[in-house]
Nanobody, 124 residues
């Protein structure tokens, strides 16, 4: 089975930047769709960004468009999320997800594997 481990979270002031990384092991994800989700305190897990198996197609939640960028390096078996112009409402636990059937959409039910998450806190 695929194991996913997120890293790069932390505390940052509003307007700052963070880069999250998701490292996969156990099986290559070079042909898997990948996504990032987040969960704020008291809220449901929500879609942030998705990327197709070859990186040719990306999608973003409206709230993060033009601020976040998802990318992947299939040679390293990693998926990154560059987050710029961070806002307090971006605070939450960020999760990496993978789908073995190349799904990269907004529904969490479309993904087969999940990381344990990394905390992102944006102060005002």
């Amino acid at each position: 089975q695929v194991q996913l481990v997120e890293s790069g979270g932390g505390l940052v002031q509003a307007g700052g930047s963070l880069r999250l990384s998701c490292a996969a092991s156990g099986h290559t994800v070079s042909r898997y769709g990948m996504g990032w989700f987040r969960q704020a305190p008291g809220k449901d897990r929500e879609f942030v960004a998705g990327i197709s198996w070859n990186g040719g197609s990306t999608s973003y939640a409206e709230s993060v468009k033009c601020r976040f960028t998802i990318s992947r390096d299939n040679a390293k078996n990693t998926v990154d999320l560059q987050m710029n112009s961070l806002k307090p409402e971006d605070t939450g636990v960020y999760y990496c997800a993978a789908d073995r059937y190349i799904y990269s959409g907004s529904s969490p039910y479309g993904y087969d594997y999940w990381g344990q998450g990394t905390q992102v806190t944006v102060s005002s």
